[in-house]
């Protein structure tokens, strides 16, 4: 079966105009820096399973660099309303020959995991061989993954019911119709494998704020070509440090090996101690934890006292951790 990944993208975002053609910070992949929407296109390329990628684009006039943006990077483009976008993909569906598999992605997340998306594609096609097939695959319900990650699938008899069925309300976000009749068409969700909801962390643009927070992020990255989740959740930790990261910087500065074991170990101690204080009951006490032997107890000692014992609000951590 033909998979097509359709990317959604305009720059009439009322938020932060022009967002998906604002840049990221220079990557060893392209001699300049490159837009929110190449690195979007660039990612969805490499999505194990994709034969074609599509930009879903509007029909305006001020719409027309993203349609030479698109294919100067090697996409097909498909216009249509700027406001309905169910019929957009309508259109780059039957500009793609009719595709089996539509894999729907936003211009705004320029650090989603390709693996990611080839996991739930995969996932997809195989429940697509059972004896209830599934028509809408996501990872978003409900959702785990950090925000900047999603992807949605379905195929095109679910686009083609949608589209017939879809109220002028259900429109402009393409899947609302399917997710609402998910028991009608089959539906299935893959989450994120670790067990932990990172749903809070927003990694998508929609504000100045959110393109502050992914460029730091994405200038945090190590490999800033093969990148995945896990590297990604790592690089905002490090450009976004805590209040905990900070005081053990505080304390044991500098990128000496031996500086990095230190920090590791006070914060093992922060949350150990996070974590007995959530335990004691109401007016109680229990008793209190024991440095694990080696020559980093000292370290874990301080990052315990500063929670149990003076309070610091440093250690707190991000719910999604």
């Given at each position: 079966m033909i998979a097509a990944a359709v990317i959604q993208a305009r720059t009439g975002s009322t938020r932060l105009p022009g967002k998906i053609l604002r840049t990221l910070p220079k990557s060893h992949w392209s001699s300049a820096p490159q837009t929110v929407l190449a690195h979007v296109i660039n990612r969805a390329q490499a999505i194990p399973g994709v034969d074609v990628v599509c930009v879903a684009t509007t029909d305006l006039e001020r719409d027309d660099r993203v349609v030479h943006l698109a294919r100067s990077a090697g996409c097909r483009v498909a216009r249509g309303p700027e406001r309905d976008v169910l019929a957009r993909y309508v259109a780059a569906v039957e500009l793609l020959g009719r595709p089996a598999i539509i894999v729907r992605l936003t211009a705004d997340c320029p650090?989603?995991?390709?693996?990611?998306?080839?996991?739930?594609?995969?996932?997809?096609?195989?429940?697509?061989?059972?004896?209830?097939?599934?028509?809408?695959?996501?990872?978003?319900h409900p959702p785990t993954w950090y925000d900047g990650c999603d992807v949605e699938i379905f195929t095109r008899?679910?686009?083609?019911?949608?589209?017939r069925r879809a109220?002028?309300?259900?429109?402009?976000?393409?899947?609302?119709?399917?997710?609402?009749?998910?028991d009608l068409i089959g539906g299935l969700n893959v989450a994120c494998p670790d067990g932990r909801d990172r749903s809070r962390l927003k990694l998508s643009v929609d504000t100045a704020a959110d393109l502050a927070r992914v460029r730091r992020t994405y200038a945090a990255l190590r490999d800033r070509v093969q990148f995945g989740w896990r590297d990604v959740v790592d690089a905002y930790l490090r450009a976004h440090p805590g209040g905990a990261e900070l005081r053990a910087r505080q304390i044991f500065p500098?990128?000496?090996?031996?500086?990095?074991?230190?920090?590791v170990a006070y914060l093992a101690g922060a949350r150990a101690a996070a974590g007995w204080l959530a335990a004691r009951p109401p007016g109680g006490s229990?008793?209190?934890?024991?440095?694990p032997p080696g020559p980093l107890a000292a370290a874990w000692r301080m990052g315990w006292e500063d929670v149990a014992e003076l309070g610091r609000p440093g250690p707190e951590e991000e719910p999604w951790q």
């Open positions: 650090l989603l995991d390709p693996a990611v998306a080839g996991e739930v594609l995969a996932r997809f096609r195989l429940e697509r061989s059972s004896a209830a097939p599934p028509g809408y695959a996501s990872n978003v008899e679910a686009l083609w019911l949608a589209a109220g002028n309300g259900e429109r402009e976000h393409v899947t609302t119709w399917m997710i609402r009749n998910r500098g990128d000496a090996r031996a500086a990095v074991d230190r920090r229990c008793r209190a934890l024991e440095p």
